[in-house]
């Protein structure tokens, strides 16, 4: 059992950025795949990023397409911590932000690839 917890939400205005962190207590991400997702409310849980453990000497990397410019992931395997970097929030990110570690080798996008989830963290924005 892989226990995750989120932070680094909060009520930002339009164009600010945020850093959400994800770290498992006591445990490492070593060889998970690690995903972020977003629940807004009365909406399905969408994928915005993933990274993988590393391939050879490389990370790979996925976000989706309504994301990608402004959502960065990195991972810090010394302080076994994810981090999900936002950039130029817009309104319609509003959503609670959950971190996922999947056992499957390279980028996941799907829900069902992961084990492990968090319980999120909740990021508003609004002026």
């Known amino acids: 059992q892989v226990q995750l917890v989120e932070s680094g939400g909060g009520l930002v205005q339009p164009g600010n950025s945020l850093r959400l962190s994800c770290a498992a207590p006591?445990?490492?991400?070593?060889?998970?795949?690690m995903g972020w997702f977003r629940q807004a409310p009365g909406k399905e849980r969408e994928v915005v990023a993933s990274?993988?453990?590393?391939?050879?000497?490389?990370?790979?990397?996925y976000y989706a397409d309504y994301v990608k410019g402004r959502f960065t992931t990195s991972r810090d395997n010394v302080k076994n911590t994810v981090y999900l970097q936002i950039n130029s929030l817009k309104p319609e990110d509003t959503a609670v932000y959950l971190c996922?570690?999947?056992?499957?080798?390279?980028?996941?996008?799907?829900?069902?690839?992961?084990?492990?989830w968090g319980q999120g963290t909740q990021v508003t924005v609004s002026s």
């Open positions: 996922a570690a999947s056992p499957w080798t390279g980028v996941r996008g799907d829900k069902a690839s992961y084990d492990y």
């Open positions: 006591g445990r490492t991400f070593s060889g998970y795949t």
């Open positions: 990274i993988s453990w590393r391939v050879g000497s490389a990370y790979y990397t």
